[in-house]
C-alpha cells in the first residue's frame, strides 16, 4: 500500500474485514478492536511483518507480544498447556486472559514474538471483529495495543491513526472498546505455582477460584510479557495520583465524589471508571492543562488494574 495513502479507513463489515485480512496475509499492518484495546495486528509466522509490528510502535525488541488464537485447539498449536491452562481457557476464554506458556517446539510464530524466550503469551479474543479477523486470515495475528510504545493505549479508531498515522495500513473502526483495559496476563509456573504479571479485566481472585490457590508475588526484573515496563501507559504530561483536588495548571480526573474537569464514573463504578480511563487520559494530554491530576480509585476487583496503568503512567 502507498504510504501515502495510509491508513486505510476500513467498516467492521465482512467486504472490509475480508479486505484486512488480505493486508494481513500480505504481511501488512491492520489496526483492529479487541474488547480490551484496539490492537495492531500482523501475522505471527512471518518475521517480517512482526518486525513491522517493533518499527510502527518503536517497541523495545525485549518486550514480548501476545498471539491471537481462535480457539483452544489454535493455542495448542504454538503452546504447550496443562491441565490448570486449559481450566482457564475453560472458564475465561473467549475474552481477556492471556495465558504466558511453553512454547512448543516447531511452533508456527516468528522468533521476535516471544523476544527470545521459552514461554508465549497466548488470548483467544471475545471481539466479533477480531474472531471474525482471525478466522478470515486463517492465521493467528499478533497483536500489542495499536499506539506508539509507552503512551496511551486506544480505545477507539482515532486514537489509533492519532498516534500512528501512517505506520499502519488500514484501521477497522468498530467502534469504543467496552472493557478499556488491556488483558490480564498470568504466567503458569511449575508445579501449582503462578502468578499474575498485569493485571487486568479478569480479578486475581477469579483466577484463585480455578486454580485453587493464591497467586505468588511478581519478584523477577526480567520482562517476561506486555506492560511490565515501569513507565507505560504514559499521556506525555507529569501525572499527579490520588488527588483530591486540582491545581491551577492541572487538567483533573474525577471518580465517585470527586468531580474533576472529567470523570472516571460519577457513580464510582470501576467497570466503567475503566472503560473511560485512557480515553480521559487522551482528554487530558489534549487539554491546555500542562498537567493531569486523577482522582483516587479503590484498589478492588478491576480498581487493581487500573491504578497498576496509573501508577506507571505517573513514573
Known amino acids: ?6 491508513p486505510r479507513l476500513l467498516a467492521s463489515t465482512t467486504p472490509d474485514i ?4 488480505a493486508i494481513l496475509r500480505g504481511a501488512g499492518l491492520v489496526a483492529v478492536p479487541t474488547e480490551t484495546v484496539y490492537g495492531l495486528a500482523a501475522r505471527a509466522d512471518r518475521d517480517e511483518s512482526v518486525a513491522a509490528i517493533y518499527a510502527a510502535k518503536g517497541r523495545p525488541s525485549f518486550n514480548p507480544l501476545i498471539v491471537h488464537v481462535a480457539d483452544l485447539a489454535g493455542a495448542e498449536a504454538i503452546a504447550l498447556l ?3 491452562a486449559k481450566a482457564l481457557a475453560e472458564a475465561f476464554w473467549p475474552g481477556p486472559l492471556t495465558l504466558v506458556l511453553p512454547l512448543r517446539e516447531g511452533a508456527p510464530v516468528a522468533a521476535a514474538v516471544t523476544a527470545g ?4 503469551a497466548l488470548r483467544c479474543p471475545a471481539h466479533p471483529v477480531m474472531r471474525a479477523l482471525i478466522a478470515e486470515t486463517g492465521l493467528p495475528l499478533a497483536a500489542p495495543s495499536a499506539n506508539r510504545s509507552g503512551a496511551v493505549s486506544p480505545t477507539t479508531a482515532g486514537h489509533v491513526v492519532a498516534s500512528l498515522g501512517d505506520r499502519v495500513d488500514a484501521v477497522i473502526d468498530g467502534g469504543a472498546c467496552a472493557a478499556g483495559l488491556e488483558s490480564t496476563i498470568v504466567a503458569l509456573r511449575e508445579g501449582t505455582r503462578w502468578q499474575v504479571l498485569r493485571p487486568g479485566p479478569i480479578a486475581e481472585a477469579e483466577l484463585a477460584a480455578v486454580l485453587g490457590q493464591a497467586s505468588e508475588p511478581v519478584t523477577a526484573q526480567a520482562i517476561e510479557a506486555p506492560g511490565q515496563l515501569a513507565s507505560h501507559y504514559a499521556p506525555g504530561k507529569p501525572v499527579r495520583l490520588n488527588a483530591l483536588k486540582a491545581e491551577p495548571d492541572e487538567f483533573h480526573i474525577g471518580f465517585g465524589a470527586v468531580a474533576g474537569h472529567a470523570t472516571l464514573s460519577a457513580s464510582g463504578d ?3 471508571a475503566a472503560s473511560r480511563l485512557y480515553a480521559l487520559l487522551h482528554q487530558g494530554a489534549a487539554d491546555g492543562h500542562v498537567r493531569i491530576a486523577i482522582a483516587p480509585v479503590p484498589e478492588t476487583g478491576i480498581g487493581a488494574a487500573i491504578n497498576d496503568r496509573l501508577r506507571r503512567a505517573a513514573a
Do not use: F, G, I, K
Open 117 to 120: 524466550l521459552s514461554t508465549v
Open 1 to 6: 500500500m502507498n504510504p501515502a495513502s495510509r
Open 82 to 84: 496443562d491441565e490448570r
Open 18 to 21: 475480508a479486505e484486512a485480512a
Open 270 to 272: 470501576l467497570n466503567e
